[in-house]
């Protein structure tokens, strides 16, 4: 069975103004719809747990319920840091779940090929995470803003979501954080501490993350685009 953890719980400090960035409107519709629509076509995917701020919990039902999202089986209330809304997100998966997804609301981009593809990935290695190769010429900067050295960008790769990872994989990965008392800031970090290999599925750029206004017009010029 094949769960996936989108997430909708983060404090969009970088946004500007109030109120949570995957709730505000895109083209009429939630931010969030458009990743809980993509996992809802997904014939891979079987469920899926929405993380979201505990104040938020009636509003998260609302759309759920108001746009037909019936794979969303269970919600979550998001934590301190993500790993611990992925935490939370995982307890509330379902008990025969083998295969977790775990994917950012604020991605509204993304696609169930690509979703597919990270399955497919995760169920042959363990893991499948979705990243597109660093195109830009990359500087290490000093703290005065001036450049240290320019890194090789022939080996650097972003990262983006979906993360799909094998649930009992996650869940030593995540326990060992939790057990050293770290911060990672994705599932792929877990994973590299227990040693496990992460395997990287290449995807567009266009795979965004809507993390400021300028981000948000950006994906409804890609959305109309695409519509």
Known sequence: MVTAIVLAAGRSTRMGGSGNKQF????????????LAAFEQCCDVDAIVLVRPPDYGEQAERIVNKFGFKK??????????RQN???????????????VAVHDGARPLVTPALIEATIACAQADGTGIAATKVVDTIKEARPE??????????????VQT??????????????????????V??????????GHPVRLVETAFLNLKVTTANDLAIAEALLRRRQ
């Open 24 to 35: 505000i409107a895109l083209l009429g519709k939630p931010l969030l719809c458009y990743s």
């Open 72 to 81: 969303v089986v269970a919600f979550a209330d998001g934590g301190i840091e």
């Open 85 to 99: 809304s992925v935490w939370n997100g995982m307890e509330k998966c379902p008990a025969n779940t083998e295969i």
């Open 145 to 158: 803003c001036t450049v240290e050295r320019t890194v090789d960008r022939t080996k650097l790769w972003a």
């Open 162 to 183: 979906p993360q799909t990872v094998r649930s009992k994989l996650l869940r030593e990965a995540y326990a060992l954080v939790f057990k050293k008392n770290l911060v």
């Open 185 to 194: 800031t994705d599932e792929a970090a877990a994973v590299e501490l227990i």
